[in-house]
């Protein structure tokens, strides 16, 4: 007969396999970004129905600013299908939606979708050859910073 392990014992796993990943995605700042290590606040989650990692950062790192190419490598390399960076300090007001008699301002973070660019997670998206960006994002800016394809 097998060994089950049980709720609590699977439990106390999946809090030391977080912890272990929180320990690594600061150990990576502190080596490749220590100018955001200093600042650094985040919490992670996951999702089972598409493999992915949320990284939420809860102080304010302002666009354009997205994390580097060795950071990200590294996190993939857990084996994780997506990574969503979510800058929860990083709020911008919508327009008024009048077209449902709504007089509410919605706010937005900021989120990076696997390598695309920066942009509001509920503002208007724009697509392009990296998926989609808002009206912020400069080509140039970022083919130069972040543009992760030839890596």
């Known amino acids: 007969m097998e060994n089950?392990?049980?709720?609590?014992?699977?439990?106390?796993?999946?809090?030391r396999v977080q912890m272990e990943?929180?320990?690594?995605?600061?150990?990576?700042?502190?080596?490749h970004e220590p100018e955001v290590y200093e600042l650094l606040d985040f919490s992670i989650g996951s999702d089972d129905y598409d493999n992915s990692i949320e990284i939420y950062i809860k102080n304010s790192i302002p666009?354009?600013?997205?994390?580097c190419y060795e950071i990200r490598k590294a996190i993939y390399e857990l084996g994780f299908g997506n990574v969503y960076w979510n800058f929860l300090a990083d709020k911008r007001e919508l327009p008024?939606?009048?077209?449902n008699g709504s007089e509410l301002m919605r706010?937005?973070?900021?989120?990076?979708?696997n390598y695309?660019?920066?942009?509001?997670?509920?503002?208007?998206?724009?697509?392009?050859?990296?998926?989609y960006v808002d009206e912020r994002f400069n080509e140039d800016e970022w083919n130069k910073n972040y543009n992760f394809k030839n890596k």
């Open 4 to 15: 089950k392990r049980t709720v609590a014992e699977r439990l106390h796993d999946s809090f």
């Open 21 to 31: 990943v929180d320990e690594l995605i600061s150990d990576l700042f502190e080596k």
């Open 63 to 67: 666009y354009p600013y997205e994390p």
């Open 96 to 99: 008024l939606d009048k077209t």
């Open 107 to 113: 706010v937005s973070h900021d989120e990076i979708r």
């Open 116 to 131: 695309e660019p920066r942009h509001s997670r509920n503002y208007l998206w724009i697509p392009c050859k990296y998926g």
